[in-house]
């Protein structure tokens, strides 16, 4: 066998030699480990801060949901109370029933020839910019108001 060789001839020992050769400086190292150190306190201070937002958030939805039974509570002893008195009050039966329509019909027992106009006038909106969300009735209005100036003849 050949033994000629510029390093040791023990195979153990050229790798031993090669590692030392690949090993990183001491300075790098050491601050691998501050990092890895460093990073390491960097979770564990996010997980706490983490579980703590989960908690309060936890607690926060609780409230919430409390508050908001609170409020329908409150809202469904109201309505039940605003039915029974709805009830009470003569015609209820009638669908879309309130207070004014009871003045109006009043007011339309008493009627005096040429007076129909102004009652429908009293229940039509004809300001355009009250409603917004409604639907255009614009057409309407002009139909309505040009038979309050020039009735029909029958």
Known sequence: LLQ??????DAYAAIAKADRLTQEPESIRKWREEQKKR???LDAASKVTEQEWREKAK???EE?????NEQMEKNRANNRIADKAFYQQPDADVIGYVASEEAFLKESKEETPGSEWE???QLCDFNPKSSKQSKDVSRMRSVLIS???TPLSR
């Open 4 to 9: 000629e060789s510029n390093g040791p001839t």
């Open 39 to 41: 990073l390491e306190e």
């Open 59 to 61: 607690k926060d939805l």
């Open 64 to 68: 919430w949901n409390l508050r908001q």
């Open 119 to 121: 009652k429908v006038a």
């Open 147 to 149: 038979l309050k100036q």
